[in-house]
């Protein structure tokens, strides 16, 4: 589930068009739900994939270490965490993209005279240890 740059770019671009502050208003609701969406998803790959890492710490003791072990760490367990990198990398991009659009919302809402536009809050990821 990569997520697209020129996705994130684009939902910036749906709120530097808005025309009115209702329009303003329904497009941060409109992309910030879909950033939300996103977070979800890239929580609960992480959630999943999570347990993975517990499996990386071998026993202290050398003669509970069988050679098999590590070939299976080495081999299979620290491959399969790979995509925990990738979806760090894209909460990075996410909540980039949400401190652009933060910063973007008093310029554009002060366009519109009375206009006040509440930007929700994303909802970050809650796994500990990653």
């Excluded at 999943?48 to 050679?67: F, K, N, S, W, Y």
């Excluded at 098999?68 to 995509?83: G, L, R």
Aim: with cysteine; aromatic share 4%; net charge negative.
């Amino acid at each position: 589930m990569p997520i697209n740059p020129d996705y994130l770019s684009s939902l910036t671009e749906q709120i530097e068009g808005c025309a009115d502050c209702e329009e303003l208003q329904a497009q941060v609701d409109k992309v910030m739900g879909a950033i939300n969406e996103q977070l979800a998803a890239v929580n609960k790959q992480i959630e999943a994939l999570a347990p993975v890492l517990a499996c990386l710490e071998l026993p202290t003791d050398p003669m509970a270490i069988l050679g098999w072990a590590s070939a299976i760490v080495d081999n299979i367990v620290k491959p399969m965490t790979a995509p925990i990198l990738e979806y760090q990398t894209q909460l990075v991009q996410l909540t980039q993209t949400v401190s652009e659009i933060q910063a973007l919302i008093p310029t554009l809402s002060a366009k519109f005279p009375e206009c006040s536009v509440s930007v929700p809050l994303p909802s970050p990821p809650q796994v500990g240890g990653v």
